[in-house]
């Protein structure tokens, strides 16, 4: 099943299991295709669509957060058509009608098949590259970008206090809280990881461990023989999952 190298497809993986978004990469690159993510929620799923060459999106239906994968097939859609294939352990009527309705490529249950998968993503392409032929696709509209908002207003001792997030160095997950760490001090949110996440830019955060974001503005050193990063005086082990993208985003040379 694996497609031959001159027509290497780029495919948008989306899902919030860590170990299992590892189980989907290992699964594309043997059948051919190029990953890219993974995304862990709809927020970074959305920046990697808009600023990566993206051919195909494999979609999690059950994400955390307020944006599940039906939502969020919807949005890709609205900012680029690409074929849409799901994934879900969840078989009931509903999820599959409302998932019907974005008019996906195939709707896959967890856990799904080597052969099956590359079945799904190769009819994916193909229906698609036919669609796209037989239907000229009209011009499109620029889509008006709205700013990224560059601070948060964080409750303490009642009040509300204006954190920039510029000077946010790193953010971690502690029980129910979530930990951002600036300069001089600590600053706790009584908010879980996932739902932080949604507003933090994803061009300026990156995860680097499943608990754990750094911002890049703020990165000092990688290690990455020892899998140690540097962030402002903090120094951070990075997880091997995470530490090919954090490779990827900053700026190399040497």
């Known amino acids: 099943m694996a497609l031959p190298a001159e027509s290497v497809v780029r495919v948008l993986v989306v899902e919030d299991e860590p170990l299992y978004a590892e189980q989907l990469e290992a ?8 990953p890219v993510g993974p995304a862990a929620d ?6 990697l669509h808009r600023t990566e060459t993206i051919d195909l999106a494999l979609l999690d239906v059950n994400l955390r957060g307020s944006v599940d994968g039906i939502a969020l097939a919807a949005q890709l859609l609205a900012h680029r058509p690409i074929p849409i294939v799901f994934l879900t ?23 799904v098949e080597l052969a099956a998968l590359g079945r799904a993503l190769a009819l994916a392409v193909h229906n698609f590259g036919q669609h796209q032929s037989a239907t000229p696709a009209p011009a499109a509209e620029p889509l008006p970008v709205a700013p990224l908002p560059d601070a948060l207003f964080v409750k303490e001792n009642g009040l509300l206090e204006k954190i920039r997030l510029s000077n946010v160095q790193s953010v971690m997950a502690e029980d129910k809280l979530c930990c951002l760490t600036l300069a001089e001090r600590t600053v706790h949110v009584r908010m879980a990881l996932r739902e932080l996440v949604q507003y933090l830019p994803p061009e300026r955060f990156v995860q680097i461990q499943r608990s754990y974001y750094v911002n890049i503005e703020h990165i000092e050193r990688l290690d990455p023989v020892r899998h140690l990063l540097q962030v402002g005086k903090q120094l951070l082990p990075v997880s091997r999952l995470y530490q090919d993208e954090l490779l990827r985003r900053l700026r190399t040379i040497g």
């Open 27 to 34: 699964a594309l690159q043997d059948l051919g295709y190029e």
């Open 42 to 47: 709809a927020r970074i799923a959305l920046a």
């Open 89 to 111: 352990s969840l078989t009931d009527g509903a999820t599959f009608t409302r998932a019907q309705n974005t008019g996906p490529a195939a709707f896959l249950t967890k856990p």
